[in-house]
């Protein structure tokens, strides 16, 4: 979880990126990958928010928040109450 993503956007990732903030480099297709590996390699990293938001979402897909969720869906308890 410490470092950047390089990923190709898709609505799935798009959303928790929506939600956490900046988790990496996004490419819209595969090809582009190569060239943010090359820009990395020389030195461009780009603004570096991605540790804590990474952490964000870390938190979020601990089996122990996933837990959570389960029981809401399995025992009706809506969300925020305890």
Request: hydrophobic share 35%; aromatic share 12%.
């Amino acid at each position: 979880y410490g470092k950047p993503l390089i990923y190709v956007g898709n609505r799935f990732i798009d959303y928790y990126v929506g939600q956490a903030g900046e988790i990496g480099y996004r490419v819209e297709r595969v090809e582009e990958i190569k060239d943010v590996i090359a820009r990395l390699a020389s030195g461009h990293f780009g603004s570096g928010n991605f540790i804590a938001n990474m952490a964000t979402l870390k938190i979020r897909f601990s089996p122990e928040s996933q837990a959570r969720g389960l029981e809401r869906i399995l025992y009706g308890e809506k969300p925020g109450q305890t």
